[in-house]
């Protein structure tokens, strides 16, 4: 399994922007799928976006039209732009990767997103 690492959460305002980053300990070229989940307070862990080895993307309706997911395979690092933020968008961001189509998924130790007034 790879080792990921996250950064760029903190604290915003309502309609603000963020970008996580998510940095693999090897190269990303031939992961299968990599992607985000969120977790908030007492709230199930839910998917937010996902992008594959080819480059196609997929989004949660929560976030939809607001985020952008996006992977830079020179800097083994996958983006995660957030605009528009809302405060049910704060929770804890967790990156993974999953290196087969049938394989475990790696996990990042997550980044905290805070967005409020």
């Known amino acids: 399994q790879v080792q990921l690492v996250e950064s760029g959460g903190g604290l915003v305002q309502p309609g603000g922007s963020l970008r996580l980053s998510c940095t693999v300990s090897?190269?990303?070229?031939?992961?299968?799928?990599m992607g985000w989940y969120r977790q908030a307070p007492g709230k199930q862990r839910e998917l937010v976006a996902t992008?594959?080895?080819?480059?196609?993307?997929m989004y949660a309706n929560s976030v939809k039209g607001r985020s952008t997911i996006a992977r830079e395979n020179a800097k083994n690092t996958v983006f995660l732009q957030m605009n528009s933020l809302k405060p049910e968008d704060t929770a804890v961001y967790y990156c993974?990767?999953?290196?087969?189509?049938?394989?475990?998924?790696?996990w990042g130790q997550g980044t905290q997103v805070t967005v409020s007034s």
């Open positions: 090897r190269s990303i070229f031939d992961i299968y799928t």
């Open positions: 992008i594959s080895r080819g480059g196609s993307t």
């Open positions: 993974y990767a999953r290196e087969t189509a049938i394989g475990p998924s790696s």
